[in-house]
């Protein structure tokens, strides 16, 4: 079976893209973080979903981010909003999808991976730029440039099978692939039992996603 390192966060997009590389008959490498978020329900979550969608290994790394702040996902200061706004949200958290492939990348250089799934969206998302097609581009471009394999002909390969799905394509696409929704975890400010606030922006664009699938929506509220 072919390797591969997938970002796996809990949330509904990873288990999405977890289940849709298994069913490419990929041998899936987990990869998770616990870099200061507000909550470890997502983690909990994601290590659920590794187990029942057939992960061969699921690793977590501490990262604490927090130590930086400038997200309402990282700094207690700032608060999550609960009303869509203008721009860039507050829970863009610097640079962290540059960070986390940086790190799944030398997991997959070890474990002579070519391929990292990322279940970035450029459709149904907070407007976040790490998660547009030309940052996966170019990060792509960096990382063969930037290794041992890349350098020598053996080129990684960025997998993002959500880039151009509406979230309520992403809901059908994760259902017939097995992913069972109620596992996982969207909201930015859950609580210790996994159950979502329902009014932050994670949880509009979750709701939404199951209305427009025309599917029950699974997610605990408090």
Not at 143 to 162: C, Q, S, Y
């Amino acid at each position: 079976m072919k390797q591969a390192v997938v970002l796996l966060s809990g949330g509904m997009d990873s288990a999405t893209v977890l289940a849709l590389a298994r069913a490419e008959g990929f041998a899936c490498h987990c990869l998770s973080f616990r870099y200061g978020q507000r909550h470890q329900a997502e983690l909990q979550a994601a290590a659920d979903l590794a187990r029942a969608l057939g992960a061969v290994d699921h690793r977590v790394v501490d990262l604490n981010l927090a130590l930086f702040g400038g997200s309402a996902l990282t700094d207690e200061a700032i608060q999550v909003p609960e009303t869509p706004g203008q721009g860039i949200p507050v829970t863009y958290v610097p640079a962290r999808n540059t960070v986390f492939l940086s790190i799944a990348l030398a997991w997959a250089e070890v474990l002579q991976a070519r391929d990292l799934f990322i279940g970035v969206n450029a459709v149904d998302y907070s407007g976040y730029p790490d998660c547009r097609p030309a940052f996966i581009e170019a990060f792509e471009t960096m990382a063969n440039l930037a290794t041992k394999a890349g350098v020598e002909g053996d080129r990684f390969h960025i997998r993002t099978p959500l880039m151009q799905l509406s979230k309520a394509e992403i809901i059908r696409r994760g259902t017939a692939a097995g992913v069972d929704f109620a596992r996982t975890v969207s909201c930015y400010q859950a609580d210790d039992q996994g159950r979502a606030c329902g009014v932050c922006d994670a949880c509009r664009l979750r709701a939404r996603g199951f209305a427009e699938a025309g599917l029950p929506d699974p997610t605990r509220y408090r």
